[in-house]
C-alpha cells in the first residue's frame, strides 16, 4: 500500500503473540475498564475473582478479535459467576 504524504512503503505488522503476549496486560485493562463501565456488576467481585476472570481470558483469548472484545468477554465471565449481574444495562 502506498503511504499517503510521503509516496513511500508503508507497512502494518502486528507481533502480538510473536515477539510479545499483551494477553495479561489487556485481561487486567478490560477488569478495569469493565469495573468503571459496570460498578453495579462487580459488586461482589474480589480479587481472588478478579485473578479467575484474567486466567479465564489466557484460555479464551483465540476468540477475541479487536479489542473491545476483552471488555464484552470479562462481564460475560462475571455473569457466569455471578448470576445476578445480568441486569440490562
Request: glycine letters at 6%.
Amino acid at each position: 500500500m502506498r503511504a499517503a504524504m510521503g509516496g513511500g512503503d508503508l507497512y502494518a505488522l502486528d507481533f502480538d503473540g510473536v515477539f510479545c503476549d499483551s494477553c495479561g496486560e489487556s485481561s487486567l485493562s478490560a477488569v478495569k475498564a469493565a469495573k468503571v463501565r459496570w460498578p453495579w456488576a462487580f459488586e461482589q467481585v474480589d480479587a481472588a475473582m478478579e485473578e479467575w476472570i484474567v486466567e479465564q481470558m489466557h484460555t479464551l483469548r483465540p476468540v477475541i478479535e479487536t479489542g473491545y472484545e476483552n471488555l464484552l468477554l470479562v462481564r460475560l465471565l462475571v455473569e457466569i459467576q455471578i448470576p445476578s449481574a445480568r441486569k440490562s444495562s
